[in-house]
């Protein structure tokens, strides 16, 4: 029977349960900060840099139903004769987030976001190189799912499913993991 009740409520008998609703309502550059401290000696540098590009991500609620999910990307290039460029992006987006079960939470804003967020990122940074007289940029894409099941694995000492990609990456770290070693 109670099979029967969770088909019915497919179709507009019953008791229906609410559609989840997910929706970007802005993306923004919320900080961008871009030196070329060692212009115009560096022009002349032969030296090829060494990239360093960091990212992080945060989360936070701003009304009901709304979060800001913010991309921070660090970047920097230097050699041994100095600072050739230094670029530090803070780009945000809204999402309006309706229906959407706390256990599907974190993979949509820590995951899904980040990912639909990232081609805007890149594209500033890689105007933002290029305003300082270097040639564009173009990062590499990110592996959001791995970064967040790293998360989860450092927060709780093993892995956990949330739910898609990172269901599958847990699963198979977690397999990994706990393979007996043979005497």
């Known amino acids: ?45 032969q030296v090829q840099p060494s990239l360093d590009v ?21 970047v920097s290039a230097r050699s041994e004769n100095g600072v050739h460029f230094v670029v530090d992006l803070t780009y945000a987006g809204l999402f309006a987030l309706r229906n959407i079960p706390n256990e599907a939470l974190g993979p949509l804003l820590l995951v899904e976001a980040p990912r639909l967020l990232f081609p805007f990122a890149r594209q500033v940074i890689a105007e933002a190189v290029a305003n300082t007289g270097f040639p564009p940029l173009l990062l590499d894409p990110i592996d959001f799912a791995a970064a967040y099941v790293a998360q989860l694995q450092t927060q709780q000492g093993q892995p956990l499913a949330e739910g898609g990609e990172a269901e599958a990456e847990a699963a198979a770290v977690d397999a990994d993991t706990e393979t007996p070693s043979e005497n």
Do not use: C, R
């Not at 088909?7 to 070329?36: F, H, M, R």
């Not at 609620?61 to 660090?74: G, N, R």
């Open 1 to 45: 029977m109670a099979d029967q009740d969770s088909s019915n409520q497919g179709n507009g008998s019953g008791q229906e349960q609410p559609e989840a609703q997910v929706a970007t309502l802005a993306q923004y550059i919320k900080d961008l900060s871009v030196e070329n401290p060692s212009a115009p000696q560096v022009f002349q540098w």
């Open 54 to 74: 960091q990212f992080h991500l945060n989360a936070e609620k701003a009304a009901d139903d709304v979060h800001e999910v913010s991309l921070k990307i660090e």
